[in-house]
């Protein structure tokens, strides 16, 4: 599995940005760790995917809630992801999570199977 570490995540009010990063553990970093991918879950609901980059090809993919605002990206040589957050609203109130899989274009929590621990980001109206 490969270790990895969110950070960025903070209070911002509506209509504001937040850029978030996540870091992989270079040891255990390896070419089956295929897919980048961040996730989110808001208060009193389920865990929902938000944005996944390839981690070779850089094919990005995003939820219709978030098109348009966030992008996400990758930097290779450093083993970092990134979600730039345009344009928030209070409904992307949430716990961002990072992940990794070895599935090109996945979207659902079973096929990513290393995870961070999360950092909180807050919008307030």
């Known amino acids: 599995q490969v270790q990895l570490v969110e950070s960025g995540g903070g209070l911002v009010q509506a209509g504001g940005s937040l850029r978030l990063s996540c870091v992989a553990s270079r040891r255990t970093f390896s070419i089956s760790s295929t897919i980048m991918g961040w996730f989110r879950q808001p208060p009193g609901k389920e865990r929902e995917f938000v944005a996944s980059v390839g981690w070779f090809n850089g094919r990005t993919n995003y939820a219709d809630s978030v098109k348009g605002r966030f992008t996400v990206s990758r930097e290779y040589t450093e083993n970092m992801m990134y979600l730039q957050m345009n344009s928030l609203k209070p409904e992307d109130t949430a716990v961002y999570y990072c992940?990794?899989?070895?599935?090109?274009?996945?979207?659902?929590?079973?096929?990513?199977?290393?995870w961070g621990q999360g950092t909180q980001v807050t919008v307030s109206s």
């Open positions: 992940a990794a899989g070895s599935t090109v274009g996945a979207t659902t929590e079973s096929s990513f199977n290393s």
